[in-house]
């Protein structure tokens, strides 16, 4: 398949959505801006596209969850908004733009960031939307997303993951440590995203387990090639300031392991997710592919 065409198709539908979710006024209009701002600057919408790949598995339609696929997109982008921050990261550029403190100000930024994070579940818990008025989801079946999602992209997920980040900045590495923080700062939202889908889609409780561990590989390997094109690449073709890990003295794999061996951990973490797709058919290609993909991104 053509893996660039698919993402490619995939991502117009979750931008469309975007870009008409956030087209009505509201005050202050101030706070609109930020959020759009960020929420439009670019993006590969990965982890929405995971969903909806994870959903086609099992059902035909895909169009039927793009609200909720884009409610993680919300997420996401609150992420990326508080991470930025000078109390956080402390980056002046994302995808190639000043990131959003740097525009509006680090209280808009925050604001920006909470609005995004709450907006999302109140998406999420809506059983019916313009675009799956006539496939609306149940109740218990949205319940079950909102806890799953509130799980991963939690205290028990990626703000764990972010916490620990945080405080292991110029310490020591050390694997344990360093395991902790990509499975949760990074995976875990990814991971959710895949489990996402196949909620939706009611698939068996054994294939969420298997599409579970898809995941979980996909974003540990997807952590590790961040670490190492921060390295390796450009700051134009990053988007963001190239060696920021370094300067910073944050745990990666390849200040652990050396380039070398990280990208060989992330190639063996590709291969174990690949491999955790075999019981499903040819419509679980594209999430083979997107593995493949995410290996050998540059940006």
């Known amino acids: 398949m053509d893996i660039k065409k698919y993402l490619k198709e995939r991502k117009k539908l979750i931008d469309e959505y975007l870009e008409r979710y956030f087209t009505d006024s509201y005050r202050p209009s101030r706070l609109r801006e930020s959020m759009v701002y960020s929420l439009l600057a670019g993006g590969k919408r990965i982890r929405p596209i995971l969903c909806m790949s994870a959903y086609e598995i099992f059902q035909p339609n895909v169009k039927d969850i793009v609200p909720y696929a884009a409610a993680i997109e919300f997420i996401h982008t609150y992420s990326l908004i508080h991470d930025d921050l000078p109390a956080m990261d402390n980056d002046d550029l994302r995808r190639g733009k000043p990131t959003n403190h740097k525009i509006y100000g680090d209280g808009m930024a925050i604001l920006a960031g909470d609005g995004l994070l709450t907006e999302a579940f109140y998406v999420l818990s809506n059983c019916k939307h313009p675009c799956n008025e006539s496939v609306p989801f149940s109740a218990n079946t949205l319940l079950r997303v909102i806890n799953d999602i509130s799980r991963y992209a939690g205290l028990y997920g990626m703000v764990a993951g972010q916490a620990q980040d945080l405080l292991s900045e ?57 670490d190492i094109i921060d390295i390796t690449e450009s700051t134009e073709t990053l988007g963001k300031q ?58």
């Open 170 to 226: 110029g310490a020591e590495p050390d694997e344990s440590t360093l395991s902790f923080i990509h499975t949760h700062k990074t995976s875990a939202l990814i991971t959710s995203s895949v489990r996402i889908g196949a909620v939706l889609a009611k698939a068996k409780e054994e294939d969420i387990l298997l599409l579970t561990k898809y995941g979980m590989n996909i974003g540990l390997a997807f952590q590790i090639v961040d």
């Open 242 to 299: 190239r060696g920021a890990d370094e300067r910073k003295k944050k745990m990666t794999y390849p200040s652990l392991f050396g380039l070398k061996q990280a990208q060989k951990k992330a190639d063996e973490l590709i291969e174990i997710a690949i491999k955790t797709l075999e019981s499903f058919d040819k419509k679980a290609e594209p999430l083979r592919q997107i593995a493949l993909y995410l290996k050998d991104r540059k940006s």
